[in-house]
């Protein structure tokens, strides 16, 4: 059999295209943060992950040109080799401290620090027990990694717990859950999961991309639930609350200091670069000295969730400003997707594999620089979408309020 076959006769997305609906690798011409230029039109931008509004504010745009200005435009090398910039050096610490972990590393991506991380640490023997609803980076890292890989049902502790319990107890083991959940918009149940992990003797790792800049004054889901102590290793991204592209894992000295020698998603990929750490550099010092940015994501994510809830749209199990819209069926996810943008109105329509079977649905997110308007005009557009294509009940509230 030809190599390329499956290419031929992947027709799917092509078929999409041809009805004017599909609605993937779409071009923004412009955007703003909270309203983008799509296809010539202006939309209310629902489904960005910039939750602290930081992408745009002076501060980190001038930081980053500055940095510019200084060092160019990359690092050309490694940070095992000549790739390794103070920047680096004082985000690693900075990072460490703000997580309260003894030590952090910067990698090029968050994807990268999933990666580099597991496969580093579990080995020939190992284990490594994920969610199910777990991001694709912690499965690709578990792939990629000589251990074995077992799954337990989406934020189910008994379900972890039997897993562990069939697992060899000398075995080195590792649980690897998301602190936020991308899709779903809910929590870990944290205090479960690491209560039942180290009754086992397993390490617990959690991957805090969703939460930090979210939870705790933007610290995170071990700050969220007192158990910043308990959890052995932190991970975060760059390319949601802190305005820039790149990720790092925080943990004690050891093993930080070992996964800096052994993971080879950092050893061979050219650093950061400048002008992204120093973003970074300047969004942390936001989120450290003006909580108000917090406060405000979580005013206009509660007022959100009041006004689709009053609608009658299913949110699923959210409990952030990541609320999900449940459709459950793949072509009127795409149709509702392509008559938001009619509305004015941008989300995210999330299929399988992306989700479960059945799962199909309009993930919408919230930053702290909506302004009231924008939010309104976005429920305007839902309640009138969801009418026409009956995703929610013909009679609901029209006007929404705080």
Same mark, same amino acid.
């Given at each position: 059999m030809d190599l390329f076959e499956k290419t031929r006769t992947f027709t799917r997305a092509k078929e999409a295209? %041809?009805? !004017? *609906?599909? /609605? $993937?690798?779409? #071009?923004?011409?412009?955007?703003e943060g909270t309203t983008a230029i799509f296809k010539g039109k202006e939309v209310v931008m629902i489904g960005s992950n910039n939750y602290l509004g930081l992408t745009t504010h002076p501060k980190v745009r001038?930081?980053? *040109?500055?940095? @510019?200005?200084?060092f160019g435009t990359s690092c050309t090398g490694s940070r095992f080799l000549n790739g390794t910039l103070e920047f680096h050096l004082e985000l690693d610490r900075r990072l460490a401290k703000f997580v309260g972990k003894e030590a952090a590393l910067v990698f090029p991506t968050g994807y990268q620090t999933n990666v580099g991380t597991i496969s580093a640490i579990v080995q020939k023997g190992d284990y490594? @027990? *994920?969610?199910?609803?777990?991001?694709?980076?912690? +499965?690709?890292?578990?792939?990629?990694?000589?251990g074995e890989m077992r799954r337990f049902v989406h934020n189910d502790p008994e379900s972890l717990e039997r897993t562990l319990s069939r697992l060899p107890k000398d075995a080195g083991k590792l649980v690897v859950v998301d602190g936020v959940y991308s899709m779903g918009g809910d929590i870990a149940p944290l /205090? %479960?999961?690491?209560?039942?992990?180290?009754?086992?003797?397993?390490r617990i790792m959690v991957d805090d991309a969703h939460s930090l800049g979210v939870l705790a004054q933007g610290r995170g889901t071990a700050a969220h639930f007192g158990l910043t102590d308990e959890v052995d290793l932190i991970m975060g991204t760059f390319s949601k609350s802190f305005a820039?592209?790149?990720? $790092?894992i925080a943990g004690s000295e050891q093993v930080i200091h070992y996964i800096q020698h052994h993971a080879r998603a950092l050893m061979f990929s050219a650093s950061l670069p400048a002008a992204n750490a120093a973003a970074v550099l300047a969004a942390l010092d936001i989120i450290e000295t003006e909580? %108000?940015?917090?406060?405000?994501?979580?005013?206009?994510?509660?007022?959100?969730?009041? !006004?689709?809830?009053?609608?009658?749209?299913?949110? !699923? /199990?959210? %409990?952030t /400003?990541?609320?999900?819209?449940?459709?459950?069926?793949?072509?009127?996810?795409?149709?509702?997707?392509h008559a938001l943008i009619e509305a !004015? +109105?941008?989300?995210? #329509? +999330?299929? #399988?594999?992306?989700?479960p079977p059945n799962g199909s649905l309009l993930r919408t997110s919230y930053m702290a620089t909506h302004t009231k308007e924008q939010l309104d005009r976005a429920l305007r557009g839902l309640e009138i979408v969801g009418r026409n294509l009956d995703l929610i009940p013909e009679k609901a509230e029209t006007e929404p309020t705080a």
């Open positions: 295209m %041809e009805m !004017g *609906i599909y /609605p $993937f690798f779409q #071009p923004l011409s412009d955007s001038a930081a980053a *040109i500055d940095a @510019i200005e200084r490594v @027990i *994920i969610d199910k609803d777990d991001h694709a980076s912690i +499965v690709d890292g578990c792939f990629m990694s000589r /205090p %479960e999961l690491v209560e039942i992990s180290k009754r086992y003797g397993a820039s592209i790149g990720g $790092f909580p %108000e940015h917090v406060q405000r994501l979580w005013d206009n994510a509660n007022y959100m969730r009041a !006004g689709l809830h009053r609608l009658g749209y299913d949110t !699923g /199990p959210s %409990e /400003p990541i609320i999900p819209l449940m459709i459950r069926d793949d072509y009127r996810t795409v149709l509702a997707w !004015g +109105v941008y989300t995210n #329509p +999330v299929v #399988p594999p992306g989700v």
